[in-house]
């Protein structure tokens, strides 16, 4: 089941694994050693081993100017640059607004200080993923969630 695009030969998404270790250069037995545990190798998966993966392996193997397609896994979505959320310490938010210049009066209650931080953290989210690949001339390109009845 294979058909002929214009830029080449696709491959069923059927078979998207074998397309990722052919397009990353990673030999059957690194992948077989990957797997070892459990046949997935989202067992030992995590953002320092996803990232560490992505800067030495799939970075320097990708063509230019490529556009990689992730899931929702959460090693794919860690953000770039944290915000404090409503359970953050006092001085943790206070912290955040003086390294964002954020006008703030101290002596304000937590729920005020972090009303300010909701006012001014970016309203899209930025991911470590995008900032890594963007740096090398790459895109993400993230799948909507799955939603089963």
């Not at 890594?132 to 790459?138: A, K, R």
Request: glycine share 2%.
């Amino acid at each position: 089941m294979k058909e002929e695009a214009e830029n080449g030969p696709t491959i069923p998404l059927t078979n998207f694994c074998e397309r990722v270790l052919t397009a990353t250069g990673i030999s059957l037995p690194t992948y077989k050693r990957i797997c070892a545990k459990s046949g997935d190798y989202h067992d030992d998966m995590n953002h320092a081993n996803f990232s560490k993966w992505v800067e030495t392996q799939l970075i320097p193997n990708l063509p230019e100017r490529s556009v990689l397609v992730v899931d929702n896994a959460s090693y794919h979505n860690v953000k770039a640059e944290k915000s404090p959320t409503s359970g953050s310490r006092k001085d943790e938010i206070i912290n955040w607004l003086t390294q964002h210049n954020v006008k703030h009066n101290p002596k304000v209650t937590k729920p005020e200080l972090y009303k300010l931080i909701m006012d001014h953290k970016e309203q899209e989210t930025t991911y470590h993923l995008d900032t890594l690949l963007e740096q090398h001339d790459h895109k993400v390109l993230r799948l909507p969630l799955i939603i089963r009845n």
